[in-house]
């Protein structure tokens, strides 16, 4: 039998490939129970002095699991036979590697007692990208019979069984977190509103109509956020998903205004709105929108300058909505650039009314926006001249499948 090992040895979707076992951060990690077991499980039923548990990085194979005397984690990707292995997504066997003269051009095949049986079986995400094998080796020739390989095969799907259930896991985990991020920092502003309204009513007693209603809605908002918390403690085990239902963002737009009025006061700054008269109802999920625009006013006000105005801008542009926040306030410098939207960035802008930042706002808010299927970005002719946020919407909500909840304060 002639086998020629394959001109290349990397998959055709490997960016994909890598980013899905980037996903699961298995690399580098400790010795865990669960895989060292499949890895001993794996040399009893083939009777081999080795087994591993493997997954093909970029340019190296990381041994998860090993069983046998070997002395490393790692080996080159093109030296290991593993990396042959994911090219097929069924078992790779090689019961005599020296009958194959391209397998002999690796080390660990070509030395002495090195390796002259091999059987690999791919580890198979459920998108169908091959990340690393169960595989068993020796330094004789071996047969296997099809009992053996459909245990390999059971193997390697509990291999993946434990990494998707960690996968859903971690998933779960940061949902919890970023939801928990949400309402905290959302809190914060309702709660300075009260705080300001506090003070008017002690100064003017007059404007007791106004601020009362300014305080029943913040505390109606901060509620809100507290069941969002509440409801997700009682609920940890379910995906996080939209609530899509159809929205006038005019109405929302105008409240968001109502409800930093006193914040822009306070400061001397002027909002002003210009929505599209042909703007046509959205489709999204209103609470988490409505959290988005409150996080982008809240960064103009607090970033820009008294005595400015701040413009927000809603347009239809084909398909889509588009929001601008617009502020004659510190701007953004290359370095601010390729820092935004990450979480607890630091940018050079400060709060011009020692306001607090913790830098988590714009991470959630880009998380939200893109689970919408929309985008988040931001321009900026440089320091000291200002800056615009947008957020594009598509107007009819199209879900994906494999959407997840995920991810300038």
């Keep these: 039998m002639i086998y020629e090992k394959p001109l290349s040895i990397i998959p055709i979707n490997e960016a994909a490939r890598l980013q899905k076992l980037y996903d699961y951060q298995i690399l580098d990690t400790h010795s865990e129970d669960t895989f060292d077991k499949i890895a001993l499980l794996a040399s009893q039923v083939f009777n081999t002095p080795s087994a591993f548990v493997t997954f093909v990085d970029k340019d ?3 041994l998860k699991a090993i069983i046998g005397n070997f002395k490393t984690n790692e080996v080159r990707r093109e030296e290991s036979m593993c990396a042959l292995a994911i090219l097929d997504d069924k078992i790779t066997v090689f019961n005599d590697t020296h009958k194959y003269p391209d397998l002999m051009k690796s080390p660990w095949i070509s030395q002495e007692n090195g390796i002259r049986f091999y059987a690999g079986a791919p580890l198979k995400s459920p998108e169908g990208y091959l990340i690393g094998t169960v595989c068993v080796l020796d330094s004789v020739p071996r047969e296997t019979n099809e009992n053996q390989m459909e245990m390999l095969r059971t193997m390697a799907d509990i291999v993946m069984n434990k990494l998707e259930s960690r996968l859903r896991y971690n998933n779960i985990i940061k949902s919890q977190n970023d939801l928990m991020g949400i309402a905290l920092h959302e809190i914060k502003n309702p709660l300075a509103s009260i705080s300001l309204a506090n003070d008017i009513l002690r100064i003017d007693v007059t404007k007791a109509p106004k601020m009362t209603d300014m305080i029943k809605r913040c505390v109606i908002t901060i509620q809100a956020k507290l069941a969002d918390l509440l409801k997700l403690s009682e609920d940890e085990d379910k995906d996080q998903r939209l609530s899509i239902e159809e929205a006038d963002l005019k109405e929302m737009l105008d409240r968001l205004v109502t409800n930093f009025e006193l914040l822009a006061n306070k400061k001397n700054q002027i909002i002003e709105l210009t929505v ?10 209103k609470t988490k929108i409505s959290d988005v625009l409150h996080n982008l006013l809240s ?24 929001i601008e926040f617009q502020d004659k306030g510190q701007g953004l410098n290359d370095e601010d650039a390729e820092k935004l939207f990450k979480k607890f960035a ?3 802008s400060k709060p011009t009314g020692r306001e607090s930042s913790n830098g988590l706002g714009l991470s959630i808010c880009k998380s939200l926006v893109e689970l919408h299927n929309g985008q988040i970005f931001a321009k900026s002719p440089g320091k000291e001249l200002g800056s615009s946020f947008f957020i594009s919407l598509p107007i009819i909500y199209t879900m994906h499948q494999d959407s997840e909840y995920f991810d300038r304060d």
């Design 60 to 62: 190296r194979v990381y």
């Design 299 to 322: 960064n103009a006000i607090k970033y820009s300058y008294s005595n400015t105005t701040i413009k927000i801008i809603a347009k239809k542009i084909d398909d889509f909505v588009e």
């Design 346 to 348: 630091k940018l050079s």
């Design 276 to 285: 599209e008269e042909s703007l046509p109802k959205i489709n999204i999920d």
